[in-house]
């Protein structure tokens, strides 16, 4: 089992950067696949970037040139890194942990990016 949770949301200013935390109860190395979804209002949920057990990332087109994810697998973080913020970016970011078996899933922390 693996229990994350998230920090580093807030309110921000278009422009703006955030960077959000997921600290996992297990160590991170041994987690197949990290991502973080988020969901806006009205919305479905959609994957923001994920990060596997290689360090290869995928991220959605919308993130592209502004979003960074990371694994510090010394600290059992995974992190995202969010440059030039934009109001559509607005959402509650979840943390996702896939070990090939299980996926699990964070509280979420809100995002806010205001005009």
């Known amino acids: 089992q693996v229990q994350l949770a998230e920090s580093g949301g807030g309110l921000v200013q278009a422009g703006g950067s955030l960077r959000l935390s997921c600290a996992a109860s297990r160590r991170t190395s041994s987690i197949k696949n990290m991502a973080w979804y988020r969901q806006a209002p009205g919305k479905q949920r959609e994957l923001a970037a994920s990060?596997?057990?290689?360090?290869?990332?995928n991220y959605a087109d919308s993130v592209k040139g502004r979003f960074t994810i990371s694994r510090d697998n010394a600290n059992d973080t995974v992190y995202l890194q969010m440059n030039s913020l934009k109001p559509e970016d607005t959402a509650l970011y979840s943390c996702?942990?896939?070990?090939?078996?299980?996926?699990?899933w964070g509280q979420g922390t809100q995002v806010t990016v205001s005009t």
């Open positions: 996702n942990a896939d070990d090939g078996i299980w996926s699990y």
């Open positions: 990060v596997n057990r290689s360090g290869n990332t």
